[in-house]
């Protein structure tokens, strides 16, 4: 081997392991710089959390939800214990599910999906919210945007709101009262004020698969040019469905029935009333007398 290309070799070897020192180098300080600023953004306030979203929230408020989350000041971004957060989220009334998200380099998003408003119940001289779950929102008060709820109770009113969580949303908003009357020839009786002027009465075990039929029910039934009925009437779904006429005979049978299963109904109320308060009565008489006679 000639003296220069020797040199060439040896030359080039050079250049080799100064490239490799410079690439060295050169990752080295990228490692740096990204610790750096990785520990710049820990220890900085930088990772202190500046905004918090919330989305999807109806029924429980922001207030309530920033409290629940309790980020403060001075909550690093990195350290918030997300899943204890959305645990405590899923606890409150009318929460379905939570989803909790961390943005860089200081947001966090919370999105909230709560059950759906099915119905109304009174409650005294207030509206309470019914959810698809059935749960009753004590603590809340309901505008009179759902269909009322009267006199259902326990796996009643469950079966009557999976009733109306399979109706469709055009038929529930269609509806203003529904009523439960039952009696001893009708023990499951449902009585439905819709808002178009019609009522609807059926059996709570068998309407279910019944009321998203009701608009081909009404379809033939005569209205004036303003849409108004002619005739307004019963939408009978105790047996097929058959409408009949406030004017009939036998609408007026079913309307008396009706009327006479809402008396019975008014006086059983009126006796299980005044048994609870014969009851109370008897109760704090007792205790007067248990007092009375230590005092002796």
């Given amino acids: 081997m000639s003296d220069e290309r020797l040199k060439q070799l040896k030359q080039g070897g050079r250049q080799k392991r100064k490239r490799k020192h410079r690439i060295q180098f050169a ?7 990204l610790v750096t600023l990785i520990l ?32 403060g000041d001075k909550s690093r971004i990195y350290t918030l214990p997300v899943s204890e957060m959305e645990q405590n989220l899923r606890l409150q009334d009318g929460v379905k599910k939570v989803e909790i998200s961390r943005h860089f380099p200081n947001q966090v998003n919370v999105k909230i999906q709560e059950y759906a408003l099915r119905a109304i119940i009174a409650d005294g001289s207030d509206y309470r919210p019914v959810l698809e779950n059935g749960q009753i929102l004590k603590n ?18 469950v079966r009557m709101i999976d009733i109306l969580n399979r109706t469709e ?18 023990s499951a009786r449902v009585q439905i004020f819709m ?6 009465i059926g059996d709570l075990r068998t309407m279910g698969d019944k009321l998203n039929y009701y608009p081909g029910m009404v379809k033939d039934i005569p209205r004036d040019q303003n849409g108004n009925l002619v005739k307004p009437g019963i939408i009978d779904l105790e047996v097929g469905a058959v409408f009949i006429p406030y004017e009939s005979k036998k609408a007026e049978e079913k309307r008396l029935e009706i009327e006479s299963e809402i008396e019975a109904k008014k006086e059983r109320d009126k006796k ?25």
Avoid at 41 to 64: A, P, R
Avoid at 169 to 186: C, G, H, K, V
Wanted: glycine fraction near 4%.
């Fill in 27 to 33: 990752i080295f300080m990228t490692v740096i710089a």
């Fill in 272 to 296: 299980k009333h005044d048994a609870k308060m014969q009851s109370l009565k008897k109760k704090l008489e007792s205790k007067k007398a248990k007092k009375s006679d230590k005092q002796v």
């Fill in 140 to 157: 809340q008060q309901a505008e009179k945007s759902g269909p009322i709820l009267n006199d259902f109770e326990g796996s009643d009113r």
């Fill in 40 to 71: 710049l953004y820990m220890f900085t306030g930088i990772s202190y959390v500046k905004d918090v979203k919330i989305e999807g929230n109806h029924l429980i408020t922001n207030k309530k939800v920033s409290e629940i989350l309790n980020i």
């Fill in 169 to 186: 949303e055009s038929i529930r908003n269609n509806m203003s009262e529904i009523n439960f009357l039952p009696n001893r020839e009708a």
């Fill in 195 to 200: 808002n178009d002027g019609l009522e609807v």
